[in-house]
């Protein structure tokens, strides 16, 4: 059951990033009430997919990465980044729901501009670093 949780948490990022770009559409298109619906699916999946990493983490403390040379550097580079911003994201996802949902649409769109680039980013890098992790064969 754990060692399927990468998997999982893979799925769960790409799908977070669909949802966030499809609710980037939706806004554009000032189709409100399915915008709001499409953020909340992203906030539902992407709080399973911490759920699912913290437990994955908590039973399996780290993965070493098995490339190397240039790749290593590569892997890195996309992985750091992934870190900070997920964590920096956190309570910039928090205001920018809260914001919405207390009507404080100025406030919540000015946080916005930023959230969802940093958050679309975080989901996709999500996939590439698994992707790098447990599904090319390095050896």
């Given at each position: 059951?754990?060692?399927?949780?990468?998997?999982?948490?893979?799925?769960?990022?790409?799908?977070?990033?669909?949802?966030?770009?499809?609710?980037?559409?939706?806004?554009?298109?000032?189709?409100?009430?399915?915008?709001?619906?499409?953020?909340?699916?992203?906030?539902?999946?992407?709080?399973?997919?911490?759920?699912?990493?913290?437990?994955?983490?908590?039973?399996?403390?780290?993965?070493?990465?098995?490339?190397?040379?240039?790749?290593?550097?590569?892997?890195?580079?996309?992985?750091?980044?992934?870190?900070?911003?997920?964590?920096?994201?956190?309570?910039?996802?928090?205001l920018?729901?809260?914001?919405?949902?207390?009507?404080?649409?100025?406030?919540?769109?000015?946080?916005?501009?930023?959230?969802?680039?940093?958050?679309?980013?975080?989901?996709v890098?999500?996939?590439?670093?698994?992707?790098?992790?447990?599904?090319?064969?390095?050896?």
């Amino acid at each position: 059951m754990i060692e399927s949780l990468p998997a999982v948490n893979a799925t769960l990022n790409a799908i977070a990033a669909v949802l966030l770009a499809v609710g980037w559409v939706l806004i554009k298109q000032k189709r409100i009430i399915a915008h709001r619906n499409c953020m909340i699916a992203a906030l539902v999946v992407s709080a399973l997919f911490l759920s699912c990493y913290l437990v994955y983490h908590v039973n399996h403390l780290s993965t070493s990465f098995p490339g190397t040379g240039v790749w290593r550097t590569i892997y890195f580079a996309v992985l750091v980044p992934h870190i900070i911003l997920a964590i920096v994201m956190l309570p910039m996802i928090f205001l920018t729901f809260l914001w919405a949902f207390r009507g404080q649409i100025d406030r919540h769109r000015g946080l916005a501009r930023w959230t969802l680039p940093i958050w679309l980013y975080v989901s996709v890098t999500g996939v590439v670093v698994y992707v790098m992790l447990y599904r090319i064969p390095w050896s």
